[in-house]
């Protein structure tokens, strides 16, 4: 085998075989998204991830049709449940199917019940998941989630149906003081 071959097999090992990045590292880079306006399907009101600074924001990619983010979105429900609603800790689910509209999104938050945000992303915003985290986070039944820290950082969540306990243990380190 020549140098080149070899070293190129020890670099994939090297890079396929290191441990994943403890939660109090950004696992992605803060980005332009997190600042590009979205509006809430219930209210009609403009936000931006930014608003949120300061707080720990968790984000979730959905569609209406994915039995997954229903199940997925439970789970958040509980989690907020579970830490007596910290006023510290936001949720957002972005619907990242480009034919879905507002009002489809805001049937689908009023038949389930859920109380956190929930708008559809702007193809700049879906292009920007795609392209920095990977294109898994346009899969919504990956239940793909990141979260954004207080300073802004980003941090991406495993992929895969997560219970409330998962989330928990994942969120409830950033919500310390």
């Known amino acids: 085998m020549n140098n080149r071959l070899l070293f190129a097999l020890w670099a994939l090992c090297v890079v396929a075989c290191q441990a994943p990045a403890s939660a109090a590292t950004p696992t992605a880079p803060a980005a332009e998204w997190l600042s590009v306006e979205l509006v809430d399907a219930r209210s009609g009101e403009a936000f931006g991830l930014t608003d949120f600074a300061g707080k720990v924001v968790l984000v979730e990619t959905m569609a209406t049709w994915c039995p997954t983010c229903i199940r997925q979105g439970q789970a958040i429900e509980a989690l907020h449940a579970q830490l007596g609603e910290p006023e510290d800790l936001v949720s957002i689910s972005l619907n990242v199917d480009p034919n ?17 945000r929930f708008a559809v992303a702007p193809l700049e915003v879906t292009r920007a998941l795609g ?6 986070y346009l899969n919504p039944p990956l ?17 895969g149906l997560k219970d409330v306990e998962d989330l928990r243990a994942f969120v409830e380190p950033f919500l310390e003081p």
């Not at 392209?131 to 898994?136: D, E, F, G, I, V």
């Not at 239940?143 to 992929?159: I, K, S």
Request: aromatic fraction near 16%; glycine fraction near 10%; charged fraction near 30%.
């Open 100 to 116: 879905e509209d507002r009002e489809l999104l805001k049937g689908y938050v009023e038949e389930f019940g859920f109380k956190w």
């Open 131 to 136: 392209n920095l985290y990977s294109a898994q």
């Open 143 to 159: 239940a793909p989630m990141l979260l954004v820290d207080r300073e802004g950082g980003v941090h991406l969540l495993d992929f």
